[in-house]
């Protein structure tokens, strides 16, 4: 009897040391992020895609029009969180124009109402940031109706995001880009140049602005 009490004591000591052990496994330590990742939005209407010439630490977006549109020139305000950089290109600006506005002085190009050439327009490329570095303000426009609306569909300028290791993100952190305001000019703007009682000063200096809606990708640290 007594060897059974011992072995039974024994049993219940295993039993309650077993019982203050906490085995769950550590959790896996946290892995910092070394670049970025991003998925473009759905094709069609206004959109940021990722460029081929994209690295996991220097994202270049270009930015696409709607399909079977023109237009002359599109700006934005996108804004981050600010655990990215907005990055400059090589020209120093934070815009790089792919040529498919006219946009200053481009000989050349044929005056849509008579036939000559167009050797210089009212025109305007613009980028910068401000709030600390987190808005991101772009802008591309040909505002003269002599010059022919371009194609939208098609890459019309880039922006880049740079990745900021100084952020310590953990890999797999959803990163917010937000379009705060974007506007373009439309292919008609002002009088019509093939109205014969329209007034030609108006062909270069009145156009219309309107809202448009520019959708933006899933952007993640690596």
Same mark, same amino acid.
């Given at each position: 009897?007594?060897? /059974?009490?011992?072995?039974? %004591?024994?049993?219940? %000591?295993?039993?309650?040391?077993?019982?203050?052990?906490?085995?769950?496994?550590?959790? /896996?330590?946290?892995?910092?992020?070394?670049?970025?990742?991003?998925?473009?939005?759905?094709?069609?209407?206004?959109?940021?895609?990722?460029?081929?010439?994209?690295?996991?630490?220097?994202?270049?977006?270009?930015?696409?029009?709607?399909?079977?549109?023109?237009?002359?020139?599109?700006?934005?305000?996108?804004?981050?969180?600010?655990?990215?950089?907005?990055?400059?290109? %090589?020209?120093?600006?934070?815009?790089?124009?792919?040529?498919?506005?006219?946009?200053?002085?481009?000989?050349?190009?044929?005056?849509?109402?008579?036939?000559?050439?167009?050797?210089?327009?009212?025109?305007?490329?613009?980028?910068?940031?401000?709030?600390?570095?987190?808005?991101?303000?772009?802008?591309?426009?040909?505002?003269?109706?002599?010059?022919?609306?371009?194609?939208?569909?098609?890459?019309?300028?880039?922006?880049?995001?740079?990745?900021?290791?100084?952020? %310590?993100?953990?890999?797999?952190?959803?990163?917010?880009?937000?379009?705060?305001?974007?506007?373009?000019?439309?292919?008609?703007?002002?009088?019509?140049?093939?109205?014969?009682?329209?007034?030609?000063?108006?062909?270069?200096?009145?156009?219309?602005?309107?809202?448009?809606?520019? /959708?933006?990708?899933?952007?993640?640290?690596?």
């Amino acid at each position: 009897m007594s060897c /059974a009490r011992n072995t039974l %004591a024994i049993a219940i %000591a295993g039993l309650l040391a077993g019982c203050g052990h906490d085995s769950t496994p550590a959790p /896996a330590p946290v892995r910092a992020a070394v670049g970025l990742d991003y998925t473009d939005p759905d094709p069609g209407g206004w959109r940021l895609v990722r460029n081929p010439s994209s690295t996991v630490t220097h994202l270049v977006l270009d930015l696409i029009g709607p399909d079977g549109e023109k237009g002359r020139g599109v700006a934005f305000n996108l804004r981050s969180d600010g655990t990215v950089k907005f990055a400059k290109f %090589a020209n120093g600006s934070y815009i790089n124009d792919l040529g498919v506005f006219q946009l200053g002085e481009k000989r050349g190009v044929l005056n849509v109402v008579d036939g000559t050439r167009v050797t210089n327009d009212v025109g305007a490329i613009v980028g910068g940031v401000k709030d600390g570095g987190r808005v991101l303000t772009v802008g591309a426009f040909q505002k003269d109706r002599r010059w022919p609306a371009q194609p939208l569909d098609q890459p019309l300028y880039q922006v880049a995001i740079d990745f900021d290791r100084g952020q %310590a993100l953990p890999t797999g952190t959803a990163i917010p880009l937000t379009f705060v305001k974007a506007r373009s000019i439309p292919e008609n703007i002002g009088d019509n140049p093939d109205d014969t009682e329209a007034n030609p000063v108006t062909w270069a200096y009145q156009y219309r602005i309107d809202d448009v809606r520019i /959708a933006v990708g899933k952007l993640v640290a690596l």
